[in-house]
């Protein structure tokens, strides 16, 4: 009987701890560029100097993404060409939070979503994207740019996606 | 292969590359004009930057110009009201963008104008300073059709002449929720 209890309470202690572990994980947050100077050796390698651009180019998905600073603010810039939608937009951040294993993007119109980490990239929304060079992405841009000027819609009537 | 494997097979290549317009979803709005709909449900990306009420993207069918040819376009569920005032306006513009006082877009001017179908209709506009802005100017029309909300949301590459934010408001005045 002691056995079990001293086995019972060595087990809770174990939960206890681990929970706690959970619950302590340290969390960076960063909402202004100078912060995010401040902080960035908190964050994934691949953030750690803006700007950064992320991209994807297959014939399900072209898209390039930019975050960028602005004076004190941080910016998101997006381009998207899938085969029902052609779409860009820019967004400031309100916050940009790490928890060591993903991000989350707050924007200032109160959108907030998850940006899962990988090792060369991220995933976002199920669609992965590479970290890539500015020329890639100014590439990438310039061909979304020229879907939409043939379609001349948000909608792909030119070419269901072919590249 | 079996018949139903192969008819599940193409169905799904049908689906896959089935003609564009027909995601287009049906607008939420009568015009005087050819406009066609692209709602949010089921396009992972194109709502990823918007607040919670947007609900799709207005195209404009014989409008060569692309700053007047797609509006945003927000619906307000929870708005209750049946006039449209500053106040309102003002709120509606927050849930969109945020609140004036914190965001970055600047609000440079607030205006009322009377619509025939819609009574009066509300428009702000937000500057972005930003040098490389992708939109300088955003044109937020907030409004009141068959009971519904709706706000709309114009986006310049560059700021707008007088004339063509005068083209943009006769196209909104003559729109009419379903």
């Known amino acids: ?163 | 292969m079996n018949k139903l494997t192969l008819s599940i097979f193409f169905c799904a290549l049908g689906l896959l590359f089935s003609s564009s317009p027909c995601l287009a979803k049906k607008s939420p709005f009568t015009a005087g004009e050819d406009i066609e709909f692209l709602g949010k449900e089921d396009k992972a990306l194109l709502d990823i930057n918007k607040s919670t009420a947007f609900s799709g993207v207005l195209t404009r069918k014989d409008v060569k110009e692309s700053d007047q040819r797609m509006l945003d376009v927000y619906e307000f569920s929870a708005a209750s009201a049946n006039k449209m005032d500053k106040d309102l306006c003002q709120k509606l513009a927050d849930q969109t963008f945020g609140p004036s006082t914190e965001i970055s877009l600047k609000t440079t001017s607030q205006e009322l104008f009377a619509s025939p179908r819609s009574g009066q209709i509300c428009e702000i506009i937000l500057r972005d300073e930003d040098e490389r802005a992708l939109f300088k100017e955003r044109h937020f029309f907030a409004f009141i059709t068959n009971n519904k909300t709706f706000g709309l949301v114009a986006r310049f590459h560059k700021v707008p002449t007088k004339e063509k934010a005068k083209e943009l408001r006769t196209f909104i005045k003559n729109l009419r929720a379903y």
């Open chain 1, 1 to 163: 009987m002691e056995c079990f209890v001293y086995r019972l309470k060595i087990g809770l202690l174990f939960i206890a701890l681990s929970l706690t572990s959970q619950f302590c994980k340290a969390e960076t947050c960063v909402t202004t560029a100078s912060e995010f100077e401040q902080k960035k050796d908190q964050l994934p390698k691949i953030f750690q100097n803006l700007p950064v651009m992320l991209t994807t180019d297959s014939w399900l998905l072209t898209a390039g993404l930019e975050i960028r600073t602005v004076g004190p603010k941080i910016k998101l810039e997006g381009h998207v060409w899938k085969p029902s939608e052609i779409y860009s937009d820019d967004s400031y951040v309100k916050k940009i939070c790490y928890d060591g294993t993903n991000f989350n993007v707050t924007l200032e119109n109160g959108k907030s979503y998850d940006v899962k980490i990988k090792s060369e990239g991220v995933s976002i929304s199920g669609f992965s994207f590479e970290k890539s060079s500015a020329s890639v992405f100014a590439g990438i841009v310039e061909k979304v740019k020229k879907a939409q000027s043939r379609s001349n819609t948000t909608v792909d009537n030119s070419a269901n996606g072919t590249r």
